[in-house]
């Protein structure tokens, strides 16, 4: 935990300016205990990024375009939920 505190603190600015949104981070809403309703940052899960990379890595750019394909479909159906990716 402290590791990833100090990350965070290398990312915000040392005059307080806005702090750089990691890659793999998305914003969600949390409801609170008394109802209302907060933001929170949620780290999307790696593995999605590791599959692209596989893709690309055996197939070059032709598959590219495919694989984001795929991703953009598996999206619009709401994610996936066990990666943590895309609304879910």
Do not use: Y
């Amino acid at each position: 935990m402290n590791a990833e505190r100090r990350k965070i603190e290398e990312r915000m600015h040392p005059m307080g300016k806005k702090r750089k949104k990691a890659k793999t981070e998305k914003k969600i809403r949390v409801k609170r205990s008394d109802g209302r309703k907060r933001r929170q940052r949620r780290r999307v899960a790696d593995s999605l990024q590791a599959c692209k990379e596989f893709w690309l890595r055996c197939g070059g750019m032709r598959v590219k375009w495919v694989v984001s394909r795929i991703l953009r479909e598996k999206r619009r159906q709401g994610g996936w939920i066990k990666d943590g990716f895309g609304p879910g």
